[in-house]
């Protein structure tokens, strides 16, 4: 018995290690043809699973890697409660996620739209069900169908709404808040279907309707009654997991509350990623929504794209390449297009959304993805949905997935407006304060952001092509946007001046602390310790270094035109974007004080956005030139820096290993010496 389970443990250990990796790669290759990254873990398993290369034996695995187990679901209970896991947190985040406000907001508009995306797709998803499987509305397996076909993948739709900077938009308010109609709604009617499927597996020879009403009914009340209960509870629980006064703790121990209502939704007769997303709503409104956002990433990052994965090994490929369900999932892909198309459309119609807005919104409704797919695999748990129908519901998820997103980003770029007449704006203002550098910007948001957190707010920073900051505290709910040269808050009007306030503190702490600076501290007199000591030299970092881009001999005789000329060999490499932006950034740093050092070595450098990544120039002049070192000394060898204004990298490490390199006096000559670039390459190089 216990080799039988070491034996089992073993096996898990290899599988989960082969799908993290097949995952993430699947994840990358797909998102490289810019698809979203399920397809891609879902692909992968297909491919890895018991239906392919998982039941090729080779030494070790006398039944291969991913035997096809004696299961409903074709994997191993062990690799399925993995699954189940990963579906919990899926659900869990989706919750958090989730924004009352603006559901609140658009209430009205996206209840009658939302219900419109479920009624059709579910009526036309269960009538393509009777047709091939030629049997009645209430059978199972077609009731199963109906739900898929209502879910939506709001995170596709969100992703271009956001791209294309129509979030806040009419359109793009009510297709988010129609979503949470269709998650809410749709979990409800699984519950009324996976209760029917209990009722025919108990053998009744025709559907007790009373009985279906009951489990509609209590099914409504147990959602309902623990949603109010856990809004109602969303600040005890948070000053409960605030008494841990630790981040990682108030997420571990929100997803076992998470996992524990699961469990009690999953007793009730409801599923069990019902109640996962019941405790993430709940939370979503406490100022700890965004820190277990952030702390629960990596958890996310490691569970989710293994369900996607173990989802794609219940799909046996063979059979969905076979023509019948190749017309099967094309029929039923062409009835949830239509289904979301018409459904969410036709209503917003009658809800000031002209021609143009509908369909909008209709193509919005139409990605499928995450929830579908956890809706199938409850299906196939329960003995309802089998490989043939895991195949169909994976084709029909394909097709909405490629179909949607190029027509809704076109139709978003046309200027029409999307409804009969303007509607009034949000609460939500925009409060901007400008600075003269990139440097000073990045330099008071951190000041800024350490003022909020000692007033007692919750921070999440993410980074999208530039970093926002969310920040939260009980009901004050802002965002924090850097630019180069600006930072912009997003707030509630009436929180407009508590962010003036707060800015104004921080400006006026920056200012006391940059004077004592200047008390304390002499930047000369730390200049010429530079070069002082040892330095590590590190020649990886060497390779940054491009024999195009170095010169012997440079023909400026001032600063200024031997920056201009170093700043011309990496120029004429077409390795700089907006030269002006370079140049500007190397003076600045200039003008701050000079970078000639001591012993005839001069390091101008600077952080620009007009270059991708570290360049460097390098020249000689033997006879030297003023460059207001700090020794008094003409500069010989100067070497030019520039780096990415918003990507980390070795810029300081860089300019200190080229110190180390040239500290001694015999370094400094054999540099000199060099008659040719490739000869001074080389000598950096080490070689």
Request: net charge negative.
């Amino acid at each position: 018995m216990e080799n039988e389970l070491l034996h089992s443990m073993t096996l898990l250990v290899f599988q989960l290690s082969v799908i993290i990796f097949a995952a993430h790669f699947g994840s990358f290759g797909i998102r490289k043809l810019g698809m979203p990254a399920v397809l891609g873990e879902v692909i992968a398993g297909m491919i890895i699973g018991p239906h392919l290369l998982g039941s090729i034996t080779f030494p070790g695995f006398e039944h291969g890697l991913f035997p096809l187990a004696e299961t409903s679901v074709g994997v191993s209970p062990e690799l399925y409660g993995f699954a189940v896991l990963a579906s919990i947190i899926l659900l869990f985040v989706s919750g958090l996620e989730t924004d009352l406000n603006l559901f609140m907001r658009y209430a009205f508009k996206g209840s009658i739209i939302g219900l419109g995306g479920i009624v059709l797709p579910f009526v036309l998803g269960d009538m393509v069900g009777m047709l091939f499987m030629n049997t009645g509305f209430m059978d199972p397996r077609a009731l199963f169908l109906g739900v898929i076909g209502v879910a939506t993948s709001v995170g596709i739709t969100a992703r271009i709404l956001s791209e294309n900077k129509r979030v806040d938009s009419p359109e793009g308010v009510t297709i988010l808040s129609a979503a949470v109609i269709d998650d809410v709604v749709g979990i409800i009617v699984l519950a009324v279907v996976i209760g029917i499927v209990q009722v025919t597996d108990q053998g009744a020879s025709s559907l007790p309707w009373g009985r279906i009403g009951f489990i509609a009914a209590r099914a409504f009340l147990v959602w309902m009654g623990f949603t109010v209960a856990g809004l109602l509870l969303a600040r005890k629980i948070s000053g409960f997991l605030k008494l841990f006064r630790n981040a990682t703790t108030y997420t571990v121990l929100s997803l076992g509350f998470a996992v524990l209502l699961a469990g009690i939704f999953e007793k009730a007769g409801l599923a069990m990623i019902i109640g996962a997303y019941v405790m993430g709503l709940s939370l979503s409104k406490t100022d700890l929504s965004y820190v277990i956002q952030e702390n629960i990433k990596p958890v996310q990052k490691l569970f989710v794209p293994l369900f996607f994965a173990v989802m794609g090994m219940m799909v046996d490929i063979r059979i969905l390449i076979s023509p019948p369900i190749l017309i099967f999932g094309a029929v039923y892909a062409g009835a949830s297009v239509i289904g979301k198309l018409a459904g969410t459309g036709l209503p917003a119609l009658f809800m000031n959304f002209n021609g143009m807005g509908a369909l909008r919104i209709g193509m919005g409704m139409i990605p499928r993805g995450e929830v579908a797919l956890i809706i199938a695999g409850i299906g196939v748990s329960v003995g309802v949905v089998d490989s043939n129908l895991m195949g169909v519901v994976i084709m029909m998820m394909l097709v909405t997935i490629l179909i949607s997103p190029p027509v809704l980003n076109a139709i978003l770029r046309h200027p029409s407006r999307g409804t009969r007449t303007e509607e009034k704006g949000s609460e939500t203002v925009t409060t901007s304060f400008d600075f003269p550098s990139p440097e000073l910007t990045e330099f008071v948001t951190g000041k800024i952001i350490q003022a909020f957190e000692n007033e007692g707010f919750f921070i999440n920073l993410i980074e999208m092509e530039r970093r926002v900051y969310q920040i939260r505290k009980d009901e004050v709910s802002l965002s924090l946007s850097c630019h180069e040269e600006r930072i912009d808050f997003e707030s509630d009007k009436k929180d407009v001046t508590f962010i003036k306030n707060i800015v104004y503190e921080s400006m006026l702490n920056l200012h006391e602390a940059v004077n004592k600076l200047k008390d304390m501290a002499k930047p000369e007199a730390l200049g010429r310790q530079l070069m002082e000591g040892e330095a590590r030299k590190q020649q990886q970092l060497m390779k940054a270094m491009n024999p195009d881009a170095i010169k012997i001999g440079l023909e400026g005789k001032t600063k200024e035109e031997i920056i201009e000329e170093l700043l011309d060999l990496i120029v004429e490499n077409g390795e700089v974007k907006d030269k002006e932006s370079c140049y500007k950034a190397i003076w600045e740093r200039e003008n701050s004080m000079s970078t000639g050092m001591q012993h005839g070595i001069a390091l101008p450098h600077g952080k620009s956005s007009g270059v991708d990544r570290m360049q460097v120039a390098v020249g000689t002049k033997p006879e030297g030139a003023d460059f207001n070192s700090l020794d008094g000394e003409p500069s010989m060898i100067f070497i030019l820096v520039l780096s990415p204004a918003d990507a980390s990298g070795p810029h300081i490490q860089f300019l200190a290993s080229v110190s180390g390199l040239l500290k001694n006096e015999e370094s400094r000559k054999a540099v000199l010496k060099a008659k040719t670039p490739r000869e001074l390459y080389e000598l950096f190089r080490g070689v």
